[in-house]
């Protein structure tokens, strides 16, 4: 069975960072894309980061882009964000997911129960 465990998250001051990490279990990770979201305010979760199965192309949400990092060890199965200048609209509970789509990245499985982002001063 397919799960995911993010931990990582907090509570920062603007400015200030978090490495949120999601290890995983029940799928053949080498072979799959991997990415986080977050839930944001919209029926469906919203996209931060995305990497290939190899781990060499990533692609990032636009308010994720020269901020956040996403990486992966094939090894251990799990799959990191690195963040940094983090702002308070950046605050929301962060999710990994394994992603598949040719017209664009769609999450595969159920949700964990996610990581907790807050950002304030």
């Known amino acids: 069975q397919v799960q995911f465990v993010e931990s990582g998250g907090g509570f920062v001051q603007p400015g200030g960072s978090l490495r949120l990490s999601c290890e995983t279990s029940?799928?053949?990770?080498?072979?799959?894309?991997m990415a986080w979201f977050r839930k944001g305010s919209g029926k469906e979760h919203e996209l931060v980061a995305v990497?290939?199965?190899?781990?060499?192309?990533?692609k990032y949400a636009d308010f994720a882009n020269n901020r956040f990092d996403i990486s992966r060890d094939n090894a251990k199965n799990t799959v990191d964000l690195q963040m940094r200048g983090l702002k308070p609209e950046d605050t929301d509970v962060y999710y990994c997911n394994v992603v598949a789509g040719r017209n664009g990245v769609y999450p595969v499985y159920s949700w964990g129960q996610g990581t907790q982002v807050t950002v304030s001063s």
């Open positions: 029940g799928v053949t990770f080498r072979d799959v894309p």
């Open positions: 990497i290939t199965a190899s781990g060499g192309i990533t």
